[in-house]
C-alpha cells in the first residue's frame, strides 16, 4: 500500500500524559499536513510542512503540541501533558505542491480518547 | 458565520433517485474547490475537484457559482455504496495549501 499511514491508528490515554503520534506520506510528497477532527465537524487545519520546513502553525494548536518532520519524509506530532478536550481524530495528509496545484491525501487517522 | 457551510442532513434517499447538496463559503479569494468523501470512522477521500466551467465524473457532477460563492454535488442514480459524508472544501484565500472543510452533509441511500 503506497498511501499515507498512521501509526497507532488509536490510543488511549490518560489526562497529563503525552502521547506522538506518527504519519508517513505517499513516497515524495514534498507536504505533509496535520489536522483535526472532533464528531460532526469537518476536519481542522493544525499545521503543515513543506519538505522539512514548518510553514504555518495554526492557533488551534497550543503549545503543549509539537509537530517535527526532521527528514523531509515522515512526520510526527506530540501531544503534551493531554486533556480531555484533545479527544478526536488526528488526520494526517500529503500532497505533491508543483506549480501551485496539489491534491492532499489523506491517512486513516490516529483516534485518541484521554481519559 | 462559518467559512464554509453545509445542510448537515442527513438525506435519507431510495436506490437510483438523484440527490444534491449545495454548500457556501465565505471566503471570495478562495480559488480550489473540491468534494471528499468520508465513510464512518474512516479518512476523507478526494471525490473531485470543482472547476468553474463545471464538471462531471459518471454519475457526480459539480458545479461552482463563485458570484454567489456557492459550490452544488448532485448524484445520480444513487447506488447504497453512496452512503457517506460528504464534505464541501475550499482553499483558504489565495493561500493554495489550507484547506477549509464544511461539516459535511450526511447521505443516507436505502434499498
Known amino acids: 500500500d503506497t498511501g499515507v499511514s498512521q501509526d497507532p491508528r488509536h490510543k488511549i490515554t490518560k489526562r497529563g500524559q503525552n502521547v506522538t503520534f506518527r504519519c508517513d506520506p505517499i513516497?515524495?510528497?514534498?507536504?505533509l499536513y496535520w489536522y483535526r477532527q472532533t464528531l460532526g465537524q469537518g476536519p481542522e487545519f493544525l499545521t503543515y510542512?513543506?519538505?522539512?520546513?514548518?510553514?504555518?502553525k495554526s492557533r488551534l494548536l497550543s503549545d503543549r503540541f509539537s509537530a517535527e518532520r526532521p527528514k523531509g519524509s515522515f512526520s510526527t506530532l506530540e501531544i503534551q501533558r493531554t486533556e480531555q478536550g484533545d479527544s478526536a481524530m488526528y488526520l494526517c495528509?500529503?500532497?505533491?505542491?508543483?506549480?501551485?496545484?496539489?491534491?492532499?491525501?489523506f491517512g486513516p487517522g490516529t483516534r485518541l480518547l484521554v481519559l | 458565520r462559518k467559512e464554509v457551510e453545509q445542510d448537515p442532513g442527513p438525506f435519507n434517499v431510495p436506490e437510483g433517485a438523484t440527490v444534491a447538496f449545495n454548500c457556501t463559503y465565505s471566503?471570495?479569494?478562495?480559488?480550489?474547490f473540491f468534494w471528499y468523501r468520508q465513510d464512518c470512522r474512516k479518512e476523507p477521500k478526494l471525490l473531485m475537484s470543482?472547476?468553474?466551467s463545471g464538471n462531471e465524473d459518471g454519475r457526480f457532477t459539480a458545479q461552482l457559482n463563485r458570484a454567489s460563492q456557492y459550490i452544488s454535488l448532485l448524484i445520480r442514480d444513487s447506488k447504497l455504496s453512496d452512503s457517506a459524508t460528504y464534505l464541501c472544501v475550499v482553499n483558504e484565500g489565495d493561500s493554495s495549501y489550507k484547506l477549509i472543510f464544511g461539516s459535511g452533509t450526511r447521505l443516507l441511500v436505502r434499498p
Open positions: 471566503n471570495s479569494a478562495s480559488q480550489s
Open positions: 495528509a500529503s500532497s505533491l505542491w508543483t506549480s501551485g496545484q496539489e491534491t492532499q491525501y
Open positions: 470543482v472547476y468553474s
Open positions: 510542512f513543506q519538505n522539512e520546513a514548518q510553514l504555518e
Open positions: 513516497s515524495e510528497h514534498n507536504r
